[in-house]
Every structure is written in C-alpha cells, then in structure tokens.
C-alpha cells in the first residue's frame, strides 16, 4: 500500500522461509514499486516474528529433484537481494 510518497512492501511467510515461488512473487511486487512513479521510499515489513531466515527446507524436501529445487531457491532469493541491494528508494 502507499501513503504520502512511501510504499509498503508486506510478506509474511511462515517462520521466514522463502521458496522459490515466493521469491519470485515479491520480486515482482518489488517491481511494481519500483515503477510507481509517485513511490519515493520502500518499507519493507515482514512477518510478526520473522522477517525472513533464507530458502524454504520443507519445500526443498517435497520436490522431485531436491537439488534442482535448493539451486532455484537460492538464485530466487538472490534475484530479490539483488533488486533491493540496486534501489535508491529503499528505508
């Protein structure tokens, strides 16, 4: 959401994990603010105990070729580091 020239960035994934899926989820949420012309400032807000601990274990084990899975995790997470290591706009 915004208010005044800020917008809030909110995720909350259970204690913190981030699967691949939900990596590439707030990648594209970050770009859409990222092109909001009037967002002059990111908040980024995460869950009410954690903001994130790193790749989702649980989701690693379900999948088919656990290594694949653990590889895409990883640069999934590293894209989204990316994103927000390069913005001016970030508090």
Same mark, same amino acid.
């Given at each position: 959401? =915004?208010?005044?020239?800020?917008?809030?960035?909110?995720?909350?994934?259970?204690?913190?994990?981030?699967? #691949?899926?939900?990596?590439?989820?707030?990648?594209?949420?970050?770009?859409?603010?990222?092109? @909001?012309? !009037?967002? !002059? $400032? %990111? /908040?980024?807000?995460?869950? #009410?105990?954690?903001?994130? @601990?790193? %790749?989702?274990? @649980? /989701? $690693? *084990?379900?999948?088919?070729?656990? *290594?694949? =899975?653990?590889? *895409? @995790?990883? /640069?999934? $997470?590293?894209?989204?580091?990316?994103? /927000?290591?390069?913005?001016?706009?970030? #508090?």
């Amino acid at each position: 959401w =915004e208010k005044n020239l800020a917008c809030f960035l909110w995720f909350d994934f259970y204690d913190g994990a981030m699967s #691949t899926d939900q990596c590439y989820r707030l990648c594209k949420a970050w770009d859409c603010i990222q092109s @909001n012309s !009037k967002c !002059k $400032i %990111i /908040v980024m807000m995460g869950g #009410t105990d954690f903001f994130s @601990n790193g %790749i989702h274990l @649980n /989701v $690693i *084990e379900a999948a088919a070729d656990a *290594e694949q =899975e653990s590889w *895409e @995790n990883i /640069v999934a $997470i590293d894209d989204f580091v990316r994103r /927000v290591l390069m913005c001016k706009k970030l #508090t």
